[in-house]
Structures are given as C-alpha cells and as structure tokens.
C-alpha cells in the first residue's frame, strides 16, 4: 500500500449532510481514469445526525477488499475526531475543515494534518445555508483531486453530466471543487507521494452495487410478481425493481403494467404472496434480510412440502434479533439451509459480487421452477448496498426460462389421470399443472400430509414415500446448482473453503499468503446443497481453512453435516464484527494456526 | 385435512346449466365435518351458487386456511385447483395468486379462528387492497378441530361447553369489513339457503373483495344455550336487514313480487343485484348507514343479516396497480426481458 495507484482514503462525515455524492464524485472519477477502485460505505441505522464513514480503496492490482489500512482521512465531524485521526496509519494525513481550531491534544508526531477552511470558504462564496453545507462536501473533494492527482478535467465532465441543465447548481459545485481543488495547491505539496496515476484496467467494468444487479436479473429472468416488507439492507433492491420495470415493462401504447410488486404488511405476507404467485405459474420473488427469513420459516417449509417454486434474495445483515441493521454478516447460513420444522433442506445460492447476483438471480428463478422450490440468493449488505467493480453484464438472447415439468392443458389430455405428486421418471421431480388450465389438472395443495397421488394421508408408507422422494429431488439438485469456483496452484497444501462476499478478501490473501511461502488452493462454494465435488477438496489437503463472516462457523457446520467430513478437520477463520473482510483477517489465522501446527 | 372420495353420480335426467355442466359436476369429496355442521350446508349453498353462475370449475381457484371451515374447500368443486395455506395465511396466498392470473375466480374460504385470530393481519389487508375474491367466513365463534376454545368472535359472556366465560370483546367482521373500506359486505346464516345463495352469487360476480360472514354453528362445541351462535340463538334473533334477488343479464330476469324499495346494483361483469331493503329507508350504499344499522344491531342482541353494503365503483388491486389485463403468467417472455441491447445500454449507466 501506499504508492501511486495503491491507497485507500476515508472520509468521516455526518449521515443526511449531503457527503455521498462527494463521495461517489471521487471514486467514479478514479474509475473512470481506468484505475480499479472499490468503496465501501460505513453508515449508521439513521436518517440524519450521526457518524458516517465511506471508504474509497485504489489498487492498481485489481484488489477490492476492505483496506488494510488508511493512507488519509478527511475528517469533517467532530463527534468521531478522535477515533478518525487515531484510524490512518503512521506517516499517514489527515485532512480537516481548518475554519475552526483542531484539538491540539487530537494531533500525531506520526501523521500530517492538512488544514482546509472548508467551512469558512464556503460561507464566503454562497449565500444560502443549504449551499454552504452541501457545498462544502464539493470543497473537499476538490482539495482531494489536488491531492491524489484524480484527473480534474474527468471530475469536471462528471459535473457536467450530473447538473448539465441546472446551471446554478453546475456553477455552484465547479466553484466550490475549485476552491478546495486551489486551496491544496497552494498551501501544501501536491500531489502526495500515494496518488492516481491513469491505467486502462477498467474499460470492460462497471460500478455497480448487488441490489441493483438483483433486480436486474429479476428482470431478465421475467419475474413478474415481487412481494416484500421493507427492510434495510434489501429495500433498494425492490427499488431498483421497480424502476427498471417502469422503464422496460409498461405497456408504450396503454401505460398498464406488465410486473405487480407488492408492499406487503409483513414478511409472512410476502411469503405468502410469492408463493401464490409461484403456484399459479409466475415467476416471483420476494427480497428481504435475517429478521424477515424468520418471519417466513412457516411459508419457506410449506412451499418445500408442497414443491411451489419462489425466489427468496436475502441480503443479510448483522444479526442476531435486530442486531445492526447497516452492518453486513454471513449468519444466516443455517436459517436458510434448514429454514422451517420439520425435515427440510432449500437451496442456496452464494453470490461473490454483484455480477453474479445478476447471473445467480436468473439461476436461482430456473433452479425454483425446474425443482419446484423456494430457493435462496444469499447477498449480504457488502455486497447489496456497496458499488463494487465487476465486468459489463452480458446477456445471451437466447435465454429462456427453464420452466421445469409443467404440463398444460394439451399435455395433460394425453394423461390417463393427472397425480400432482406421482414421480415418473425416477429423477424426484413430479410434474405440475398450473391452476386454470384444465379441470383433469385439478389437484387440492395441501401442507398436510399427502401421498403421490397428491391425495390427503395419514398412512405412514404413503407419507414416507413422498418425503424421501423430496429428499431426493434436492439431492438431484446438488449435481446441477451452480459449481464450485476453484483457483488453484501448483504444490498447494492448504485448501481454502469460502462463499460469497469473502472472494475479495480471500484473493488478495491468497497472494500474500504466497508471499509468505504459503501455498493455498481455493474453492468457492456456489451453491447449497453442495456439489459432490466438495468432499472432494476437502477431503485433499494437509489444512482446510473455511472462511466466513459469523460467529458459529455456521459454513463449517453445513459441510460437517452435509459431506461427513469431520468438524475438527476444519479450521475456522471468523469474522462477525459487521466490517467487509479484509485480507488481513485470513492472513493472520491462516499463518498463525499453521505455525501453530509445526509448533 | 381429511377427505374421502364421494362417487360421481350423474342422473342423465338432472338439470344442465349454461355450460352443460349439473349440480354434482360441482361437488367435491364427501364431508369429514361433524354430522349437522354449518359448514355443510354453507357448501351446499356455494355449490348451488356457482352451478346457477355457470362457472367453469377450472377457471376457479379454492383457497382456505386451517381448521374445519377450511376443510371445507375440499368439498366442493373437485375439477378447481384448491389450496390449503397455513394458518391464517390464506389471504396473501390469494392475493399472490391472483396477482399472477388475474382470471380466475378466487374463493377463500375461511373461519373466525383463520381470519379474526390468527390471519386477523392478512384479512385487513386483504380487504385494504381489494382483492378480487369471494371470502367467506364460516363463523361459529369457536376452535372446532382444537375442541372448543373461544375465537374472537366469540360473544361477551357467552359460555363454552366446559362452562368457561368469555370476557374479551368479540371482533365483528361485518363492522370491521366496513371499517376498512371493503367493496361488498354481507351476513348471513349457514341454516338460510334460501338467502345465501343469492348473496354468494352477488358476491361472486362483485368485482372486488367480498366479504361474506356466515354464521355457521358448531355442532359439537357452540350449539347450546350459553352460545350466542347457536342454532336456537341466531333463528330467534336474525334480523334480515337487504334481501339480494341476484339476476344474471344472461338468465330471464325475474321481477320480484314486491319491487317497491328495491335497490339496482348494476355489477362489473353487466349483470345486476337487486337489493330489496326489509328495514324502511335503509340504503346499501352509504357505509355510514350500514355501519349503524349493523351496530345498532348488536345493541338489540340481533343479528342484521343480507347485503349491507355494496361499492361497485371501488379499484381492486388491479386497478391500483394498473396492472394489464392479460394475466401476468401469459406476458410472452419477449415482454418480460429486455434483451442484450438494452443491457448494453444500461451498462453506460454505470460507467
């Protein structure tokens, strides 16, 4: 860290003061000139008044995990000075607004302090309040474009296209970018020894956040009914829905609707509603987070028994109970696997970025249908509310949906007798008919107990039957989920097991893992129940380490239960305290339990 | 939820409706309720009603929830698709389902315990968003398959069998129906074909949530004396308040002998309720009225039973959502996805 195109800086602001769009100004600017760059926004369960951090990392090498450390903050709210300055490493800088005098008891031998009077140059140049709050977000990020060399004339072209046919407000914000932008220049060295230099690593990129990639695949997928409680962090999901349904579902020539999306009065009811939807033959889905899962248990077990597909995005957050609803964890991995009484088992998918919370959205609408289940994408808030960069979506034209075995009215003609639950092909799947078809694929959906031929029993062979067929369908399923990811390397005698958000982290560890003279294979689980292929790695290294965001090993636990491998063969590596992973998390517990081992 | 084959027997000889189709084309399984239940005879009725409509069977779509009023959708109509949700949670199944197939007819099925305890959310909700379905409550004011709890319409101070009292003020569905804007609010009694079978049919062709609250006693644990649902109880206190004629543009329309007060609901689909006020000046129109008299009612220990209010001009969820008229499982997927060209260009968004 620390060199031209390898830092990362952090601001420290009030939430509801307008500092995201300074933000996003910066890290766009940099992707822009062809620099890869992540930012991970750090922000409270609040509308307006307390702290807000948003960190932006540039690595010229592609990493986009968490930093390992802070090069510079800006530090713009007083409430958090102390804990801001005492964040940037040493030899580090820290920029503050100088119109009011720093705490000299605040200040470092080890770092540089870069005094700006944000505020007092701002109540200079505008009039209005409003301005001179908003505006001085702008102040900043001009005296950071000075200071990290982020290339101005992109910045100003941003303003450009953002404010173009406000001309006030165009003027106002290339003022006030000057005025921090010249206030650098002229009071301190620029630019700083770590700074941005152009690259041309971003042309095939763009900078997208999961939700907005969610809704996307729904989209294409052909979802057509969404049903949801709001809930932070999966309600910009439903969102963005929304809004691309308005823009590619209305009908030019009568305005009408061709999607339905339901604010539900809880999630029970949403879960309802999807699975409805699911049953009369449209694709539905339903985002939410943990406390929602729990609320649709009783739904998520219902629809398993009675085989009626539904997507269910669950973008987690730190648990348990209401836990901290900004903050991103991976525990809700049990809830889902297992979700309701009774011997149950759903699938789950486990998106690394947003670019396959598009891809594993669309899976996951073609894997509920053909298996006749509710299936679960597992995002979590790293992944859902932040922008990461990922390749350009692509789309294939000739996609269609994987429908599964639903028989219509012609179909069901040729049928001596139509049995909602009779498997004909051996494979655990029976076919179904959707309602309003015809009166010969009448059958009664019940959650009580029922036999092949979808008829109410109590029978204990006829039940029996059913459930193991069930089992056995999900057991099918496990062959044809999306695979593991591998990245491997010659001579490696550590495996490292993970899912989802924890790509970034894991990547860049494996590389300075490497540099340690640790040689480690990788294998990215894609989707719950797991591949055969799992045991398989497993089961071929000196170490596996499983890496995952919660307190209880919850992954580790799924594996032991699922492919017999011992628990203890397994080394934790946890992280549950609601931050976005770094690489330093796996690099310590990978080397200090290996030296453990050879100690 | 049990149920037992009932043998198909059609006599050549019984009466066809317009689709060719006679009254056991309409049946479903044989009951496994109580002999003498309500609910039975609140099947028959339903039965009745949808071979005079001549509905399709398959274009119907039978929901319930749990408990013995919620068996009922069994016994009925076997060539619909049912579908028995978990408890309470029939309304959002419906509402999910008819959000995606916008054609078919909906008919909940419902009791006290299903929609006043439990699924008391979803019922509110339900009506808020006026979803386009016929949703009966068998009420009896009682758990029937847990053997005798009170439900929440359960009267003050009325008994159960073992003797206990019952101290929490009942929920009306009727007044709470009315409360929250729903379209179409009925009452009736289980043991009255002769009245239900018209108010169903109106209720059926009601564009919009209708609510139809049957009292229905229970044979086993409410049909006594301490009970204000019981036979006995509601024969003697029912006061029959709209008597509904319902006539189908499609069937000869019969002019009721009495025609003064009579009251023309012209409905969705063309046809028309007739609505015959037993009670001077009494106007299903106005909420507020029906509210009133509802209430008024209760003060008198009667129960006001027939079509007390209709709006044949409220949205339904549809029209909310403006949603297209074709059903959203038919949207050819060409609709649905937008394509790689248009991907590409969203891509520039992102840049």
Not at chain 1, 198 to 212: F, I, Q, R
Not at chain 1, 552 to 573: F, H, K, N, W, Y
Not at chain 2, 41 to 63: C, G
């Amino acid at each position: 860290m620390n060199g031209v195109n390898d830092f990362a800086f952090k601001s420290a602001t009030v939430n509801g003061t307008g500092s995201a769009s300074a933000n996003s100004l910066l890290m766009e600017a940099i992707f822009r000139m062809g620099i890869p760059v992540t930012g991970k926004n750090i922000f409270p369960s609040n509308i307006q008044g307390l702290p807000t951090w948003y960190e932006i990392r540039v690595s010229g090498e592609g990493y986009t995990a968490r930093p390992p450390m802070i090069d510079l903050v800006v530090a713009l709210n007083p409430a958090t000075y102390a804990q801001d300055i005492a964040s940037v490493r040493p030899g580090g800088y820290v920029l503050y607004d100088s119109s009011w005098p720093l705490d000299p008891k605040l200040a470092r031998d080890d770092v540089t302090l870069l005094g700006v009077p944000l505020g007092a140059m701002c109540r200079e140049a505008f009039t209005r309040d409003r301005d001179r709050t908003l505006l001085r977000n702008i102040a900043y990020a001009g005296a950071l474009t000075a200071l990290l060399q982020i290339d101005m004339a992109v910045i100003e072209q941003m303003l450009n296209e953002k404010f173009g046919r406000k001309k006030a407000l165009l003027e106002a914000n290339h003022r006030a970018l000057r005025l921090g932008y010249d206030y650098a220049r002229a009071h301190f060295t620029c630019p700083l020894p770590f700074h941005c230099a152009p690259l041309d690593k971003t042309s095939g990129a763009v900078l997208m956040d999961g939700n907005t990639a969610c809704a996307l695949g729904a989209l294409y997928a052909g979802a057509t009914v969404g049903a949801w409680y709001p809930i932070t962090p999966s309600t910009s999901l439903m969102d963005a829905f929304k809004e691309f349904c308005q823009e590619f579902r209305v009908d030019p020539e009568t305005g009408l609707h061709r999607y339905c999306i339901i604010q539900a009065e809880d999630e029970l009811s949403a879960a309802g509603m999807v699975v409805g939807a699911g049953w009369m033959g449209a694709r539905s889905f339903t985002c939410t987070s943990g406390p929602g899962i729990s609320l649709m248990q009783e739904f998520l077990g219902y629809a398993y028994y009675t085989e009626i597909p539904g997507v269910f995005i669950n973008v987690q957050r730190a648990g348990p109970a209401t836990g901290m609803p900004t903050r991103t964890q991976q525990a809700d991995l049990m809830s889902m696997a297992y979700a309701s009484h009774g011997d149950t088992k759903h699938i789950v998918l486990f998106p690394a970025d947003p670019g396959e919370c598009f891809t594993l959205t669309i899976a996951a609408f073609d894997a509920a249908e053909r298996f006749q289940t509710p299936v679960f994408v597992a995002s979590d808030l790293d992944i859902g509310m932040n922008d990461w960069m990922i390749p350009r979506l692509q789309w294939d034209d000739s996609y269609r949906p994987d429908r599964g075995k639903v028989l219509d009215a012609t179909a069901l003609e040729q049928l001596p007798k139509f049995f909602r639950y009779l498997d004909s092909d051996g494979d655990g799947v029976a076919a179904r008919s959707l309602p309003g078809e015809s009166g010969k694929g009448a059958y009664f959906t019940r959650g009580s107990g029922h036999d092949r031929y979808g008829a109410y029993t109590e029978d204990s062979a006829a039940y029996a039957d059913v459930l193991a067929r069930i089992g056995k369908k999900l057991d099918t399923a496990a062959h044809a989920l999306p695979a593991p990811e591998y990245l491997r390397q010659d001579g490696a005698d550590v495996g490292i097991v993970h899912i989802g958000s924890t790509a970034a982290p894991v990547r860049e560890a494996v590389a300075r893992l490497r540099e340690r003279g640790v040689t480690a294979d990788v294998m990215r689980i894609r989707a719950f129940p797991f591949a055969p292929e799992v045991r398989v790695f497993l089961e071929r290294y000196r170490s596996i380490f499983v890496v995952e965001q919660n307190r209880d090993a919850q992954l580790r636990s799924l594996l032991a239960i699922e492919t017999g491998v011992r628990r203890d063969q397994m080394t934790p590596v946890l992280d549950f305290a609601g931050q976005p992973m770094t690489a330093d998390a796996v690099v310590s517990a990978v080397t200090s339990h290996l030296a453990g081992v050879s100690a | 939820m049990t149920s037992i084959n009932k043998p198909a027997v059609r006599h050549p000889s019984a009466k066809k409706n317009q689709i060719g189709l006679s009254r056991a084309d309409y049946e479903g399984g044989m009951s496994t309720l109580c002999a003498g239940c309500g609910h039975d005879s609140v099947t028959a009725a339903l039965i009745q009603s949808f071979w005079e409509l001549d509905l399709p069977p398959h274009r119907a779509a039978k929901m319930s929830g749990i408990g013995c009023s919620s068996k009922t959708t069994a016994y009925f109509m076997r060539q619909s698709h049912g579908f028995n949700a978990v408890h309470g949670r029939m309304p959002s199944v419906t509402t999910g389902a008819n959000a995606a197939n916008r054609e078919l007819t909906y008919i909940g099925i419902s009791g006290d315990g299903d929609s006043l305890n439990i699924g008391f959310g979803q019922l509110a909700h339900a009506i808020r968003r006026n979803v386009n379905m016929l949703y009966v409550i068998e009420n009896n004011g009682v758990y029937g398959l847990t053997k005798g709890q009170f439900s929440a319409s359960a009267d003050l101070g009325s008994t159960s069998r073992k003797g206990e009292v019952n101290e929490q003020t009942p929920i009306d569905p009727v007044l709470l129906a009315l409360t929250l804007g729903a379209t179409f609010v009925a009452r009736s009694f289980s043991g009255d074909k002769a009245q239900l079978v018209p108010i169903l049919k109106a209720a059926l062709t009601h564009r919009g949530f209708a609510l139809v609250d049957v009292i229905s006693p229970c044979v086993s644990f409410n049909d006594h004396e301490g009970s204000a649902k019981s036979y006995a109880y509601v024969r003697s206190h029912e006061v029959e308040t709209v008597q509904a004629d319902f006539v189908p543009l499609r069937r000869e329309i019969k002019v009721p002998e009495e025609h003064e007060e009579v009251t023309v609901v012209r409905l969705h689909d063309g046809s028309q309720v007739r609505l015959r006020s037993t009670t001077a000046g009494y106007n299903p129109r106005s909420r507020d009225s029906a509210y009133r008299h509802v209430q008024a009612c209760i003060k008198k220990g009667e129960v006001a039973t027939g079509i007390l209010f209709i709006d044949d001009a409220g949205r339904d969820m549809h029209d909310m959502q403006r949603t297209v008229p074709e059903p959203l499982t038919r949207q050819p997927f060409e609709l649905l996805c937008p394509g790689s060209a248009a991907l590409e260009r969203l891509m520039e968004r992102y840049r």
